[in-house]
Every structure is written in C-alpha cells, then in structure tokens.
C-alpha cells in the first residue's frame, strides 16, 4: 500500500490478478464501529488499484481489494486522519448564530461514542455543545448571544487521541443591522410595503424575515419573498391592529440588530365593531 496514514487524497494497492474479475472494488473497514464502505477504484489493472479516500470518520481502517468471482486479498490497515480546514465566518453576530466548521473526519451522528470529547470554550468557562448537524465534513454549532469582542474555541478529539481546534470571535462589525425607512404606521388588513436599510453589513441578504407582535410574541408573520437594492431589503405584508418587531437572521454572521424604535404600528380599523344579540345554553356555548 503506497501509504498507511492519510487525511485525503489517493491510495494505490499493488498486487496480482486485481483484472479477472467480473468487478474490481476496495473495502475499507472500520476497525472500530466494523461499518464497512466500498469504494469503486479510479484505475486499476493486475498489479495496482488505485482509489480516492472517501470523506469518513477518523479512525483506523481495514482495506482490502475485493476482486468479484475470485475473492478479498489480504487486508492493510490505514489511518484517516481528521482536519480541520476552516469556519463559515471567523467573525459573528453579538446576537448569535450559527457557525459552521468545515473540514474531513468528523463523525456522522452526535452524540457519538468514539468522539466523546468535543469541546467548546470561551476563555476558562466550558459551553454547552449546540450541534445543529453533523457529517464527516462539516458540523454547525449554534452560538448564543454574547458581547463584542467575545473569542470562541471549538475542539474535538479523534478515537486515535488527535486534537484539532478552531477558534472565532463575536464583533459588533459583523452583526447586520438595519432600520425601517418605511413608514412606521401602516393600515390594518391591508397589503402594505415596508422597507429596511441594512446599516452595518449592507450588502448581508437575510435567510428569513420575520415579524412578530410585542403583545403576543406567538404570533410570527413569516415574510415569504422580498427584494433588495443595494442595501434596501424591501416586502409586503398585511397585519392586524398592533404593534410589531422585526426578527431577520443571516446565514453567514447570525442574528440581526436593529436601531432603536424599528417598530412597525397598524392603526386601527375605521370599521367600528359591532355585537350581535344572540341567545345561548346556560351549560355554555359559542356567540
């Protein structure tokens, strides 16, 4: 075998009779968890098979050709090791978000037995582990709100005692914000356009934008479509009397801020209410 350790890239096994089968395959094999993969190789003839290291889980791995009507040849064992390449954003928002930690190795599911240690820091105080998900290649981890200047440090630990880590930081710089240029007093039950201008991060695009009411925060108006032009986020909406707050959150560097007052007013209806006499069961009903 060409090596016995790898983080990714290519392997070349060489041999005899890897050709006269009806199909020629690898087998990696888990010595851990025993979960087998098998791999189609990128070449081969009757003295080599080379293949490309799929994205898996560290570990130690038994590899075997499998050569279809002939058999297994005798087994190898191979390292893949994790890495750590980078995060989504080294900066986010003080109101939170999500980060999302990119690289080859780690587990597929959380919690995991043989990744019992992942930590995730910020100066001496431990965190609580926010998994949002996990691959082999890629694990978002939801952060809370903190302040400017907060600094983060996530690490994990393979089954073979390898550590990797990153770190990350929480900046007012990197914290969308944005202020209502609209009107702040729109008309009840009727379609009416409201804009925001994002003052910090102008050209951020959120992935959701909501609106929900200060006297009951249950009810969330999910903004389904909206434009935007330079900095100006721009969208329709048809609300109940009351008074409402905005809730817009970025993929990249979390949750929004807003400037004080960002608060949307839908008047009252000019159509006054009326009750209608009607007559019910002493046991109770509905009118």
Known sequence: MSTNSITTGSVTLTGQRFDIGASTKVSLTNQVTGKIIEVIPTSFNSTSITFTVPIVEAGIYGVKARVDS??????????????IAGVSTTSLSVNGGQIKIKGTGFPSVWPNTYYNRLSFITGTKSLPLKITSITPDEIVLTVSAGVAGRTYSFSITTPMGSVKSISFSQQTTFTPKANLTSSDTIAPNTLSLVNLNNTILGSTMPETIEIYSLSNPNFVYKVTSWSNTSTLLSFNVT?????????????????YSFTANTLLSVSKSATPYAVTNTQTSFNGGVF
Do not use: P
Request: charge should be negative; glycine fraction near 16%.
């Open 239 to 255: 609300l109940g009397t009351g008074k409402y707050a905005f809730r817009l959150f970025d993929d990249l560097y979390g949750w």
């Open 70 to 83: 002939i058999g297994e040849s005798n087994g190898f064992l191979l390292t893949v090791n994790m890495n």
